[in-house]
């Protein structure tokens, strides 16, 4: 086994690792993380096969190589916005939580009183 | 013992430490540490690149991955501190573990029958970026890539961020619309920190720059040399020697949009002078790419920059 096969199983088992947490974690920031996770391993299997392109003097196929820049640029823009829902989420319920359960007996007291959102809530 | 068991025995090294950091990130106590352990991860990730010959992507990665992406979420922990015991605490529903571990399993090992299946020898556009390098003046046939062959989804990668920006400024409270993002910082004026800021902010802009114009032949590019902008930036507001803009100011919609306007000004221009879309006429291919790249910088940076920084939180009387 050369290095880039090693380091495509490793890819492999990192996105095994983001997808266990993406399931597992109640708490919807773990979740986010554990969705980079599985991202950090597609884009490095994607780095391996760049790897193994390598020819005409280059260390790896540069195409493949700028289309995963450009994914993670994209990737850390939907996490921006992941986040930003997140805490808006946190703001008006009070709970990082997505289970319906947990959203439930947050909104109650507000419910039917705050059309805007958030303003009845701790904005601290 | 030689070159090539040392670099074996680093690859095994970087690769089992990877994986034993994403497990801690995984199964942490609290959001911090796994936070913490997600920016070792990306240092950690960056130095896999380089060992795959990816020298572009490295940069990127500690760059973006680590570093905004952490600085991100280290905010997001603090702010849902409150939130974690009740997180935590929700009763689990049984056998969701069960069926994780196994689809976790499923993923994992199909990809890595995909990775031992891959075809040899592997399919390469490389020489082919070779041969089109020199028409671009570019010697770096990564930024090549990005500026010129795939110049479509680097425009589009720049639109992404724009509208990922709307996204998180329409999550504004009504009454905060046209305030400042992210809460207001405290920091001692004679703190390590504000020390640290002022020394690094002259040594960051012009390793920014160097970033930029050293991307046309070697790694580094617009994009990296924007993420150091943006987190200068994000320094500089931390140590609260600059403040976050208000969002309705004419410079900062204007800088938002300069980066993808003037790509896609370029864009037709090259439709104009007949060599298509995103096309350069090849005496001006350098030229053109370079004024499109100092645009981007700027442009990246404040975008960026005003992601991590998130919705207006404060009115925009609130400065000092």
Known sequence: ?124 | MNIVAIGLALDLAFGLLALAVAVFALRARTTYAAVVGFVSFGVLLALVWFRLGAPDVALTEAAIGGGLTGLLMLNASAVLRATEAAAAAEPRRPGVRLVALLAAATVAGGLAAAVLALPSPAPTLAPLAVAGAPATGLGNPVAATLMAFRATDTLLEMVVLVLALVGVWSLTRDDLWGGRPGRRHQADSKGVLVFFARLLLPVGVVFAVFLLFVGADQPGGAFQGGTVLAALWLLAIMARLADTPAIDQRWLRFWLIAGPAVFVAVGLAGLAFGVGFLGYPEPWAKPIILAVEIVKIVSVGVTLALLVAGPPMRPRGDDR
């Open chain 1, 1 to 124: 086994m050369n290095s880039a096969t090693w380091y495509g199983l490793v890819g492999a088992a990192l996105a095994g690792i983001g997808l266990y947490g993406l399931i597992v974690h109640p708490h919807a920031l773990r979740k986010i993380l554990s969705f980079n996770l599985l991202g950090a391993g597609v884009f490095l299997i994607a780095g391996v096969v760049a790897r193994r392109g390598a020819a005409a003097g280059l260390p790896g196929d540069p195409v493949l190589q700028g289309l995963v820049i450009t994914g993670i640029i994209v990737a850390f823009a939907a996490t921006a916005l992941a986040v930003a829902l997140l805490l808006r989420l946190a703001e008006t319920a009070h709970t990082a939580s997505l289970a319906e359960a947990a959203l439930d007996r947050q909104r109650e007291p507000v419910a039917g009183s705050d059309p805007a959102g958030g303003r009845t809530g701790s904005t601290g």
